[in-house]
């Protein structure tokens, strides 16, 4: 398979993804269902690896993951017809049901059954190094009020999405645009420490890590660190530098550098409280929305129709948040879709987890890119559980597609530039794992 024309199409489809969403519609023509940019690239990768796939004659099995998936797909699909928020204005909810389990299943389910030498891991970077440039840029531009060079405009209408007086890149929401720098940032290092160094990685994530900042965003702070944290605990290429910047971090803190986050300042986790009276009143309900229904919930995309009643007072809390939505992913599954719904998307996750940790600790030092790759990817997927304890990623997807995309990666095999296969499938590390468990690295 030709699996750098596959990237290209998939870089593509990234890029043109930060316009054209489920939030800002941007370049859509409405013919029944919204015709977008980013669905039409979408279709034309899917039908470009189905070509490419059936000619190569590869047959690669389906694992439990992707059983998961379609499971969960299903379930959210018979959620929505059955409880009625399919048939909300403009389809909004199966929009968002698509966007959350079927776009990033086929995903990866695609990735994993390519082949990813050097070629295809530098086409994989230019493509990162594209968004990451983007929103690095966007991000100083927004904070430092350089409008003529915001681009798309609507990003400066006060009028389209929320969090307008933060950065908030072209997803109008500064949780995801923390959530995707995050995301590319350290992809791009993993790329820079394992393939090939250059100067501008380094210009791009110094751009997205003040970025990061100016979202002035608890969540997002709280998922770079739940990112960094595996890095700096594990042995691995990056170990050495996220102790550094860690150190750096401190030492800002105490020398009072950055006014949201300074020992001598109230800090941004002092701040706002009146959202943190809306998380925990939209908590408590969804909770009570679940002790209500716990085996089929209120049915998928029926929260907002339900959960007024289930607010109530609180000792200490203002309250406040209704009608604002979920915060949480998986509280929000839980009071939509019951235990059903559940269970299928954090098994996905915890088989995630479980791979990835696999092929960091248990793969010989041999294969030390994808023993590194698997950890960078084990650490974004720690953050992104973090992060879907504030955002709702059924809304949000961009984050959510980028790492079913990235993590299929570690299921598969790397080649060289020899050729040389070095992890033959999920199959033969299961064995090793089982077999030779001694091979723990330290």
């Known amino acids: 398979m030709n699996t750098p024309r596959i990237l290209f199409f998939f870089g593509i489809w990234l890029v043109v993804s930060l316009f054209c969403n489920d939030t800002t519609n941007y370049g859509a023509i ?26 190569s004659g590869r047959k690669v099995p389906w694992i439990l993951e992707e059983k998961f998936m379609v499971v969960f797909f299903l379930i959210l699909l018979l959620s929505c017809f059955l409880f009625g928020a399919a048939f909300a204005p403009r389809n909004r909810y199966l929009s968002e049901l698509f966007g959350f389990s079927f ?18 891991l530098r086409v994989l970077w230019k493509a990162l190094l594209t968004v990451g440039f983007y929103l690095g840029f966007t991000g100083v531009c927004e904070q430092y009020n350089l409008n003529a060079l915001v681009f798309p405009k609507y990003i400066l209408d006060p009028t389209i999405g929320i969090h307008f007086d933060r950065v908030r890149g072209p997803f109008v929401q500064a949780a995801m645009m923390g959530g995707a720098m995050i995301a590319v940032g ?24 003040a970025s990061i900042y100016w979202t002035n965003t608890r969540g997002v702070w709280l998922q770079l660190a739940g ?13 050495k530098a996220m102790r550094y910047f860690m150190l750096l971090a401190v030492v800002a803190y105490f020398a009072g550098i950055a006014s949201k986050f300074s020992a001598y300042q109230t800090t941004l986790f002092g701040e706002r409280a009146a959202q943190v009276d809306d998380r925990i009143n ?13 085996l089929l919930g209120f049915g998928y995309g029926n929260f907002l129709k339900y959960s007024n009643a289930y607010f109530e007072q609180l000792p200490g809390v203002e309250l406040r948040g209704q009608g604002e939505g979920q915060h949480n992913t998986i509280l929000g599954l839980m009071c939509e879709t019951g ?34 790759f698997a950890l960078i990817q084990f650490a974004l997927l720690s953050g992104t559980v973090v992060g879907m304890q504030f955002s709702d990623f059924g809304f949000y997807s961009y984050l959510n597609n980028l790492m079913f995309w990235t993590t299929a990666i570690a299921y598969t095999r790397f080649e060289t530039a020899t050729g040389e296969s070095s992890l033959e499938s999920s199959e033969l590390l299961e064995a090793a794992v089982l077999k030779e468990p001694a091979l723990a690295v330290m």
């Open 227 to 239: 990112s960094l944290a595996p890095l700096a605990v594990f042995r691995g290429p990056l170990r």
């Open 103 to 120: 776009v990033p299943a086929t995903l990866f389910i695609m990735s994993r059954r390519l082949t990813y030498d050097l070629r295809s």
């Open 186 to 209: 350290l992809l791009i290092l993993w790329y820079h420490f394992n393939i090939r160094k250059f100067w501008l990685n380094w210009v791009v994530c110094i751009a997205l890590l």
């Open 282 to 294: 939209i908590y408590h309900a969804s909770w009570r929305m679940f002790l209500e229904r716990p």
């Open 30 to 55: 409405y013919l029944g269902v919204n015709i977008r940019p980013d669905r039409i690239i979408y279709a034309v990768l899917i039908l470009e690896f189905l070509r490419q796939y059936r000619w």
């Open 339 to 372: 235990i059903i719904g559940t269970i299928p998307y954090c098994l996905i996750y915890f088989l995630f987890f479980r791979t990835c940790y696999r092929r960091f600790r248990y793969v010989d030092s041999a294969h030390g890119q994808e023993r590194s």
